[in-house]
């Protein structure tokens, strides 16, 4: 005999061995055929996708049913142990179904399966056994039956929905709350977060005190339950985890959660608590997790955090906290989330939050924080950092350098100076990056590559930065929105350049001291990234650019450049005439060229051209019209047939006959801004115009030769805030009805020829 024959010997023993222990321990567990025929019918009668289903199908009748997915049996071969969730059931659950006949069921899980608003069945009241029930994310609607308060074992019990389209319709009305639970005094968890509860605060506090004294999981967020947190609570010491988000507390948050020895998460967020939070809670030394955020009228403020603090999670957004981020945060070595946005912080940021080596996620935007950045030194795992809209001053750190893993940051409008670090555009996880309204200042310098950068959001707008637009920017092609606006960045730009930006969304280079060329074959431009809004005023333009081939834009603004001749028509026609913001005011423009027809367009601001005629009759979706400082004259565009045939149908009779203010201008119902001041518009104001003030927030006609007397038409509910009239050659009296026009704040009639009048307001 070999030594190998010798080996395979002993492992074929030692196999034969380990197979009969096996064998031992799966007879003791093999199914009894009762309660394996009880699972097939339960198979037979629900739906599912087979396709989706990961349990349900892959039982096999040939095999052991104590060994098929999601089934365990006890010794004895009881099935005890039910797992059906997340396995894409869509219904066919009723009373008569075998599910409820297995009688030894200890844990039944149907969680994450749709029964689409079917009730729930009362069957699940024979389950006697049962110790762990897990219904939830299951899609029942309805009461839920009175026979849940037969299973007189149930530990844990799991109704919640958090899908919108289920929340509240689950009801606990009758049987309430108080019947529920009553004789289920051995629940430990009770979790029925969107389950319409509807109780006053001492009712559903009451009931869980009295009967569940040794509550560890209390789980109601979004219950339609009332406030105020009673104080017969302070009776559940033992509870580790509160889930109250989403109710109507109008109270305060009680301070004996704060005596809650094993409290691990205390969530209480948009509930409308008030008050003052006491500060003992944050030093529980067991807590993770707080989140009291959207509780608008609640205040307080940080207390000094104990040594070695516990807490990973905390979230404040949204509420009154004020006063400074004290130092001992460094305590919080845990740390990984926090959350403060829009509070009433104020202070430096402690210096000491740079030692928390397991923070991902910092916001404290909108607070008053001052000071300088933390260099983060330690926090290495930093994912996103939002500090908008403080007033931090310095630079930024070089410590971020090391910030690998930043995919967010976010610091908009702080007072934050000096040059921007190259290495902010090779951070390797970068995608956004938000710096507008700074003092930075300096140029950016070049990076030898950046087609490997992430970045997607670029915005520097709104500082001191100078010299050229980098090259690497339009090797970042990933970029969708790009923003260097409002800088003083000069040299030229061709906009071809932008052509290898194929996913360019959002382009703003306004007021720099740029000179944007538009130099290329009007094929090249069709080329260009498809915008959203593209944003160049002030960019020392001399000609149009082709948009032609633009299909999405929303927001065009090419004022304040040097284009010269017609407003080419095409653009009132890309993106299928859905342009609502339109700026082309203090160019050369002389006229629209004809035929042009408006369509979707809500800001249309044309002022301080050269542009003459009549006026546009401007688009029925107008909210803001300004066509000041040009030569429109009285007489209307010699082919107005045009304009009527146009989609904007106004009518001709009506046009006729006053001259200078087209009377279709009435017909555009939204507008609350027109300025037609600085032309050369004459006859009268029509009436219609006057009576629009139900809507016109401005109506500046100032500076024109309009004649006759100002109709005495306003309505009762005028909106007007500014008037002006002045510089005209208007007559007549101060028309009473403009006493109608409560909100006015300005007005101007003078230089005209009123007379004065007792009724001037
Ligand atoms: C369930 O399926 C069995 C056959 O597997 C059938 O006899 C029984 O009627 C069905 N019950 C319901 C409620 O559909
Ligand atoms: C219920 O099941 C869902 C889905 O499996 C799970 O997320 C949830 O934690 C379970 N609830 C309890 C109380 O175990
Ligand atoms: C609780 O159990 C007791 C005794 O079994 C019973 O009399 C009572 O009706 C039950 N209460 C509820 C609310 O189910
Ligand atoms: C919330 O509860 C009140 C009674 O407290 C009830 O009138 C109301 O319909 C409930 N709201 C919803 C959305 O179910
Ligand atoms: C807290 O938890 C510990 C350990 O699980 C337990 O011994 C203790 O009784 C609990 N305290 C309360 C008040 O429930
Ligand atoms: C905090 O933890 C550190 C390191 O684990 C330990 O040296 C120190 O004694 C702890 N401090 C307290 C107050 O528990
Ligand atoms: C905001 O914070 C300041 C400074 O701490 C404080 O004076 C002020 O009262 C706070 N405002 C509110 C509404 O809490
Ligand atoms: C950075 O993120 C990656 C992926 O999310 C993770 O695997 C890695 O541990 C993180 N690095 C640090 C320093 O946290
Ligand atoms: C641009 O538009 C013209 C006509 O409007 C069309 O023929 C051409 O294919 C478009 N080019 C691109 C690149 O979309
Ligand atoms: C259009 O641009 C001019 C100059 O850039 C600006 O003053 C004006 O407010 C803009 N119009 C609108 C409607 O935003
Ligand atoms: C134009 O007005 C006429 C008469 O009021 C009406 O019949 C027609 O439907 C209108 N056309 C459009 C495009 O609104
Ligand atoms: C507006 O003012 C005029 C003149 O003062 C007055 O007659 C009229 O009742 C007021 N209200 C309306 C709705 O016109």
């Known amino acids: 005999m070999t030594s190998q024959m010798h080996f395979r010997l002993l492992l074929v023993l030692l196999l034969s061995d380990l197979y009969s222990i096996i064998d031992v321990k799966l007879a003791s567990a093999r199914c009894l055929s009762e309660e394996m025929d009880l699972l097939l019918q339960l198979r037979n009668n629900l739906t599912y996708d087979a396709s989706l289903s990961t349990k349900l199908v892959s039982w096999d009748e040939q095999s052991d049913c104590c060994s098929w997915r999601g089934v365990r049996c006890d010794d004895a071969g009881h099935v005890i142990d039910l797992d059906l969730s997340s396995d894409s059931i869509s219904g066919n659950l009723d009373d008569s179904s075998s599910l409820f006949r297995l009688q030894f069921l200890r844990r039944l899980n149907l969680a994450g399966n749709s029964f689409d608003s079917t009730q729930l069945p009362t069957g699940f009241g024979m389950l006697k056994e049962l110790v762990y029930l897990n219904l939830s994310e299951t899609g029942f609607a309805g009461q839920i039956p009175s026979e849940f308060s037969r299973i007189s074992r149930l530990v844990t019990l799991d109704l919640s929905t958090f899908s919108p389209g289920y929340i509240l319709s689950l009801k606990l009305e009758s049987p309430n709350l108080n019947m529920l639970i009553h004789n289920l005094t051995r629940l430990r968890d009770l979790r029925l977060d969107g389950v319409d509860i509807a109780a006053a605060g001492d009712d559903w506090c009451h009931a869980l005190s009295s009967a569940l004294p040794d509550l560890r999981v209390l789980s109601l967020s979004y219950c339609n339950i009332s406030g105020p947190l009673d104080s017969s609570l302070a009776k559940l010491q033992s509870l580790s985890v509160i889930k109250l988000d989403g109710n109507i507390f109008s109270s305060p948050l009680p301070d004996f959660f704060a005596e809650f020895a094993n409290l691990t998460a205390l969530s209480a967020g948009s509930c409308g608590l008030t008050g003052e939070a006491p500060q003992r809670i944050f030093q529980l030394p067991t807590l993770r997790t707080i989140d009291l955020s959207n509780n608008r009228e609640l205040g307080g403020s940080l207390p000094e955090f104990p040594e070695n603090g516990s807490l990973e999670t905390l979230e404040l957004s949204y509420t009154y906290f004020s006063g400074n981020l004290p130092d001992s945060i460094g305590n919080l070595k845990m740390l990984s989330s926090l959350r403060l946005f829009g509070c009433n912080f104020s202070g430096p940021i402690a210096s000491s939050i740079s030692s928390l080596s397991q923070l991902i996620a910092i916001d404290l935007s909108v607070n008053h924080l001052t000071g300088s950045l933390p260099s983060f030194s330690l926090s290495r795992k930093l994912s996103s950092i939002g500090l908008r809209d403080n007033k931090l001053i310095g630079k930024i750190p070089l410590e971020w350098k090391g910030l690998k893993n930043l995919t967010f940051l976010d610091l908009s409008d702080n007072s934050l100076s000096g040059e921007l670090p190259a290495f902010l555009f090779s951070l390797p996880s970068l995608e956004t990056l938000t710096l507008p309204n700074n003092r930075f200042s300096g140029q950016i310098s070049e990076l030898e590559s950046a087609s490997l950068s992430p970045l997607e959001q670029l915005d520097l707008s709104g500082n001191n930065l100078e010299g050229p637009i980098p090259k690497f920017v339009f090797k970042i092609t990933g970029l969708s929105t790009l923003s260097l606006a409002s800088n003083k960045f000069t040299g030229t730009v061709e906009l071809v350049e932008f052509i290898e930006l194929k996913n360019l969304f959002s382009l703003h280079l306004s007021y720099n001291k740029l000179s944007v060329g538009t130099s290329g074959s009007d094929s090249d431009f069709s080329l260009l990234p498809q915008f959203n809004s593209f944003m160049l005023a002030s960019c020392k333009l001399q000609k149009f650019p082709f948009l032609k081939n633009q299909s999405r834009l929303n927001m065009l603004d090419l004022s304040e450049n040097q284009i010269t001749g017609e407003i080419p028509n095409w653009i009132w026609e890309v993106h299928d005439g859905y342009l609502p913001y339109v700026n082309l005011s203090h160019n050369h423009f002389t006229g629209l060229q004809e035929p042009y027809h408006f369509h979707t367009h809500q800001y249309l601001d044309l002022h301080s051209n050269l542009l003459i005629g009549g006026i546009p009759l401007p688009p029925r979706s ?140």
């Open 622 to 761: 107008a909210v803001y019209v300004d066509f000041s400082s040009n030569k429109f004259t009285s007489s209307l565009p010699a082919d107005i047939g045009n304009h009527l045939s146009s989609a904007m149908n106004f009518s001709i009779a009506n046009n006729s006959i006053v001259g200078g203010i087209p009377l279709s201008l009435c017909n555009a119902s939204l507008l609350e801004v027109l300025d037609l001041s600085g032309n050369s518009l004459s006859s009268s104001i029509p009436s219609c115009l006057i009576e629009k003030s139900r809507s016109l927030v401005v109506l500046d006609l100032h500076g024109n030769k309009l004649s006759g007397n100002i109709p005495d038409t306003f309505p009762g509910d005028c909106k007007l805030e500014t008037l002006d009239l002045s510089f005209n050659q208007l007559e007549g009296k101060v028309p009473e009805s403009l006493v109608n026009c409560t909100k006015l704040t300005v007005l101007n009639l003078g230089h005209n020829r009123i007379g004065s009048s007792p009724s001037t307001p």
